[in-house]
């Protein structure tokens, strides 16, 4: 049913000039789900994603979070949303705990909850640290820690596992597991079958603005061979 969904798009289109960068995409994410949007660089994931996030507003078409629109509720919807875009730009002379000092006073929250949360993504060691000294994995958990600081019922992450070393990847999939059970809803993109062949309940694959195929990833194997899909049509 409908209320049993965290997120619904419909029909929704977006075109930068005559190039159509998103065309006609429809699906819907239950609550507790881990859904993932599978597809190369162009494909058209980002846009999408900004426009499930309010930042880019679609051309046609409607989008449901929490069984409210932006129009009729943008301050509810920003509560429920966390984002991890896929590039951070944090200012390097700031320590993580300044960074996420920042972020909670936006959010009206305290430095308890900052502390907490540096602590569920291991960086409470090092949040005097400023964020000009930490690694690519480092930045990629402190861009965790504001995307939940708020505890957000659907989590949203653009290419997380894109420029992390093995364990990287590795931690941030447990990650996401531990926050899917504990009761949090997952949107993330991928160019990677490997990074969702383990995590994702159900799969989108976009190629160039469209979505070819969806569904879990044994449905995608026996009905589309998906390895193949990806390596020929994307
Ligand atoms: P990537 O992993 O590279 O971000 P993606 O699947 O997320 O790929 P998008 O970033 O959504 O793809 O881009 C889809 C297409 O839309 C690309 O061809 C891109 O060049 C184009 N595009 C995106 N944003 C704009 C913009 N603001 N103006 C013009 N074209 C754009």
């Not at 997120?7 to 000039?17: A, D, F, H």
């Not at 990629?140 to 949203?156: E, F, K, M, T, Y």
């Not at 160019?191 to 569904?215: P, S």
């Amino acid at each position: 049913s409908t209320e049993n969904n965290i997120l619904e798009v419909r029909s929704i289109n977006k075109s930068y000039g005559n190039f159509s960068a998103v065309n006609g995409i429809s699906f819907q994410i239950p609550r507790g789900e881990i859904f993932t949007l599978l597809g190369h660089n162009g494909a058209g994931k980002s846009t999408l994603i900004k426009m499930i996030l309010g930042l880019v507003s679609p051309d046609a078409g409607e989008l449901v979070i929490d069984g409210c629109t932006y129009e009729q509720n943008l301050l509810k919807i920003k509560r429920k949303v966390g984002y991890l875009p896929e590039r951070m730009n944090f200012y390097d002379n700031l320590t993580a705990w300044e960074t996420l000092q920042f972020y909670a006073q936006i959010k009206g929250l305290g430095k308890e909850r900052c502390e907490e949360v540096l602590e569920e993504v291991g960086l409470k060691e090092a949040m005097h640290k400023r964020v000009g000294t930490y690694s690519k994995g480092m930045q990629q958990r402190l861009g965790l820690a504001q995307a939940i600081i708020h505890r957000p019922q659907l989590l949203i992450l653009d290419e997380p596992t894109t420029g992390l070393d093995p364990s990287g990847v590795w931690w941030l999939k447990k990650m996401i597991r531990d926050w899917n059970r504990s009761g949090t809803t997952v949107l993330f993109s991928s160019h990677n079958l490997d990074d969702v062949e383990e995590l994702a309940h159900r799969v989108a694959i976009l190629c160039r603005g469209q979505m070819v195929a969806a569904g879990t990833i044994r449905q995608l194997q026996d009905q589309y061979h998906l390895k193949v899909t990806l390596q020929v049509e994307l």
